[in-house]
């Protein structure tokens, strides 16, 4: 079985888990996507694109699979004042989109910036460090 078929096997059991009213967060589909080989090929934020479209195809809504990746997790940990949500004396990480998530949530792939504890990063500077990771791994 592909990690594709994997994957959205894995987000029926979660939209039937979650239409019985249980909780989840993103990242509970990370391993059986990636099972077949080592977690250092589930590339963090690449494969968060995939988990999300696999959730969507699933049954679950775009709005619920981005939920599950921002306010549950704080929501799990406690620190709902601290991060999960976009208010005034939280903290600043963020992604900021070209297109709307919640039409399609392929559009997450969509990617102008982002603020990583307070610091932006425009589209500019993520592909200059994404070119020299590429450039590192290239020899």
Known sequence: MTRWRLAVAAAFCLAALLAAGAAAWRGVLAPPAAS?????????????????????????TPAQALVMGTRNPAVYFGEEAEFGQLA?????????????????????????????????????TLDEGLAAIAARHAR
């Open 36 to 60: 077949a080989e080592p977690q250092i090929f589930n590339v963090p934020g690449f494969s968060a694109h995939r988990e999300l479209a696999a959730m969507v195809s699933a049954g679950l």
């Open 88 to 124: 005034p004396g939280m903290a600043a990480d963020l992604v900021w989109l070209r297109e709307n998530p919640l039409r399609d949530i392929g559009n997450t792939t969509s990617i102008e910036g982002v603020m990583v504890r307070g610091r932006w990063l425009d589209r500019a």
